[in-house]
């Protein structure tokens, strides 16, 4: 029997200010104790890297930043439904391929990994190595978002009503 894995996937550029929220939040989470099954990797701005990764894995969390239409520095929790229901006409990610179209790709491809995505709101997308004010007082309350979704992953499913 092979053991239940979940994967933080850090997504963003080193090179682009607030783009690299994701990895902020790797790198945060670095120093947190974590479960041993569960694992961080940086994916950097290769959406379609994350095809494979996904097949690896039970569960994945992807931080990315992401132009949601919010104030800056918003934290958000969505299931690739609730992307796509929500912010249809938005791009989710900032990279040059679709964050959501790579889950899909995903799936279709037969891969089951059970995928949140975690989106920080930029507030700065240009040359630079530091995050905005808004994203960096948001990369702790990104930690904890992260911390919750690896707790709900382990957490029994609830009964549904009928």
Same mark, same amino acid.
């Given at each position: 029997?092979?053991q239940? &894995?979940?994967?933080?996937?850090?997504?963003?550029?080193?090179?682009?200010?607030?783009?690299?929220?994701?990895?902020?939040?790797l %790198?945060? @989470?670095?120093?947190?104790?974590?479960?041993?099954?569960?694992?961080? &990797? %940086?994916?950097g701005?290769?959406?379609?890297? @994350?095809?494979?990764?996904?097949?690896?894995?039970?569960?994945?969390?992807?931080?990315?930043?992401?132009?949601?239409?919010?104030?800056?520095?918003?934290? &958000?929790?969505?299931?690739?439904?609730?992307?796509?229901?929500?912010?249809?006409? /938005? &791009?989710?990610?900032?990279?040059?391929?679709?964050?959501?179209?790579?889950?899909?790709?995903?799936?279709? @491809?037969?891969?089951?990994? /059970?995928?949140?995505?975690?989106?920080?709101?930029?507030?700065?997308?240009? @040359?630079?190595?530091?995050?905005?004010?808004?994203?960096?007082?948001?990369?702790? /309350?990104?930690v904890?978002l992260?911390? /919750?979704?690896?707790?709900?992953?382990?957490?029994?499913?609830?009964?549904? %009503?009928?």
């Amino acid at each position: 029997m092979t053991q239940f &894995r979940i994967t933080v996937f850090g997504a963003g550029s080193r090179m682009m200010r607030d783009e690299r929220a994701g990895i902020a939040v790797l %790198e945060a @989470l670095e120093g947190r104790p974590l479960p041993p099954f569960v694992s961080l &990797r %940086e994916t950097g701005t290769d959406g379609y890297g @994350l095809v494979n990764d996904l097949e690896d894995t039970d569960v994945g969390i992807i931080v990315d930043c992401a132009d949601m239409g919010l104030p800056p520095g918003t934290v &958000r929790a969505f299931s690739p439904e609730e992307v796509e229901s929500t912010v249809r006409d /938005r &791009r989710m990610s900032l990279h040059s391929v679709n964050l959501l179209g790579v889950v899909q790709l995903a799936e279709q @491809l037969g891969h089951r990994a /059970r995928v949140r995505i975690v989106g920080i709101q930029p507030q700065a997308v240009e @040359l630079g190595d530091d995050l905005s004010e808004a994203v960096a007082a948001a990369i702790p /309350r990104a930690v904890a978002l992260v911390e /919750r979704e690896i707790a709900a992953a382990l957490a029994p499913p609830r009964p549904t %009503e009928a």
